[in-house]
Nanobody
Framework: QVQLVESGGGLVQAGGSLRLSCAAS????????MHWLRQAPGKQRELVAT???????NYADSVKGRFTISRDNAKNTMYLQMNSLKPEDTAVYYC?????????????WGQGTQVTVSS
């Protein structure tokens, strides 16, 4: 199985920056696309950004131009650079991965890391 562990969350003022990391470990499955999702209190979980194994990226409209997703396949680590943060970015951020030759989408999840943006 594949385990994902997020880190880098915290409290930041509006306009500030944070960098989240998602470290993958384990064996048995290839990691295909990876994702960052977030869930704010009382709201549905939202897909924030996706990066394929080849490095293609996609972003939610709400974060385009402010967030950058990247990955280091040699280190099995994915990142989310978050700039110009807004209070509405406050949420628990999760990483997820698509696994295996059959490409099981969102097959593995991290435990989440809290991001709080104060106004």
């Amino acid at each position: 199985q594949v385990q994902l562990v997020e880190s880098g969350g915290g409290l930041v003022q509006a306009g500030g920056s944070l960098r989240l990391s998602c470290a993958a470990s384990g064996t048995g499955f290839s990691i295909n696309a990876m994702h960052w999702l977030r869930q704010a209190p009382g709201k549905q979980r939202e897909l924030v950004a996706t990066i394929t194994s080849g490095g293609s990226t996609n972003y939610a409209d709400s974060v385009k131009g402010r967030f950058t997703i990247s990955r280091d396949n040699a280190k099995n680590t994915m990142y989310l650079q978050m700039n110009s943060l807004k209070p509405e970015d406050t949420a628990v951020y999760y990483c997820a991965a698509d696994l295996g030759t059959e490409n099981r989408v969102f097959a593995s999840w991290g435990q989440g890391t809290q991001v709080t943006v104060s106004s």
